[in-house]
């Protein structure tokens, strides 16, 4: 089941009643026609059942059932609601609405697209206008990667994401990525980390299917640009943690760690779900000069099947002197998640060093 219908009890909790209170309030404080008490019973019906994203779809489903407007004097209505509305999240409703009922007039819906990312997101919306019309949806997102608004340059390129979590896959795009390329050349050394961080996914997603396509555009970026560098260190991220060469060498790591792994343990070795463990151990060097190193660690997660999935974290990334010996550890806790679910077992942990495994270790979950 996705994460798109499942959610953790506080995270659906943004749209709660008192929420949806403030939403009749702020509408009826903007257009004093609204019926308050109609959009309230509606959407209240049955609503402890639903996931958020439900209850965000709902919002604007209830929304469309009691406006007496044509979508255009909608429009207008809810551009003047969403700079009240107290939560960023929440307003993600405005361009669901748009997606949902302005298909049929393009210009004017993604105009609002548009305006209404300023106050949340309308990164799942304009999916919908990028399967129906891509060329034509990708033009408009092009010119807002030149936006002085950081959040609409950023909703060209997460808009466009090829695997955005939540939402369904671009498949035109995962196929040719090329068709985005211009949004993210636009992008490369933005000056909002914002920004920043939607090019590297973007880029993180494409490296799934055409990671020499990725490589060949970052090798050829001005890396010396720091903004430009975080990029493609975050971009890299999930080739970094399978050793490839090509993307190790763009973050200067130089191949096969010249260390040997000492003391390496979890600890406590048992405990029950919800605590913490630590991952502690060495690393001595066996080179007589600077190595830089890139250490992550993955852990086999026992499934509900009895086998096991490996996760991969992020641990460090350094220059390791000559012939010198460095202690290291990491704390987690190993707790529910709405992406991820702990069984009692054997979970084993390896330790992963320039994408190489050089030692293992492990904890036992107990029920």
């Known amino acids: 089941m996705s994460t798109a219908t499942t959610s953790s009890p506080a995270l659906k909790e943004i749209f709660n009643a008192t929420r949806l209170e403030h939403i009749a309030s702020e509408m009826s404080a903007v257009y004093p026609a609204f019926d308050s008490r109609a959009f309230l019973d509606m959407a209240n019906d049955g609503l402890s059942e639903l996931s958020v994203m439900q209850r965000m779809a709902r919002v604007s489903e209830c929304l469309h059932a009691v406006l007496p407007l044509e979508y255009e004097a909608s429009l207008d209505v809810l551009r003047d609601l969403a700079p009240r509305l107290n939560s960023m999240f929440v307003s993600m409703f405005l361009p669901h609405y748009v997606a949902s009922y302005g298909r049929h007039s393009f210009d004017l819906s993604l105009d609002a697209l548009k305006y209404f990312t300023r106050f949340g997101s309308s990164e799942f919306a304009v999916r919908h206008f990028l399967r129906d019309d891509l ?45 985005a390329a211009a949004i993210l050349e636009a992008l490369k050394a933005d000056n909002s980390l914002y920004v920043r961080k939607s090019v590297a996914n973007h880029l993180n997603d494409i490296t799934k299917q055409h990671p020499d396509w990725v490589l060949d555009r970052i090798e050829g970026w001005p890396l010396q640009d720091r903004h430009t560098a975080w990029i493609a260190r975050h971009a890299l991220r999930s080739l970094i943690k399978q050793g490839n060469s090509r993307a190790l060498a763009v973050i200067g790591v130089g191949g096969k760690a010249h260390i040997q792994v000492l003391d390496l343990q979890v600890t406590p070795a048992v405990i029950r779900l919800g605590e913490p463990i630590t991952l502690s151990f060495k690393v001595q060097s066996t080179l007589e000069q600077n190595q830089r190193l890139v ?20 641990l460090k990334t350094f220059d390791l002197p000559a012939l010198e010996c460095v202690s290291l550890s990491r704390s987690q806790h190993i707790r529910e998640l709405t992406t991820r679910r702990h069984y009692a077992g054997r979970h084993a942990v390896h330790l992963l060093v320039n994408g190489e495994r050089l030692g293992s270790t492990a904890f036992d979950i107990v029920p």
């Open 135 to 179: 060329a034509r949806t990708l033009k408009a997102m092009h010119d807002w990667a030149h936006d002085p608004n950081e959040h609409v340059r950023r909703l060209a390129s997460e808009g466009s994401r090829p695997r955005l979590p939540w939402s369904f896959h671009l498949e035109p795009i995962q196929a040719n990525p090329d068709l």
């Open 295 to 314: 250490i992550d660690y993955a852990i086999d997660y026992v499934k509900a099947s009895g086998g096991n999935s490996a996760k991969v974290f992020k």
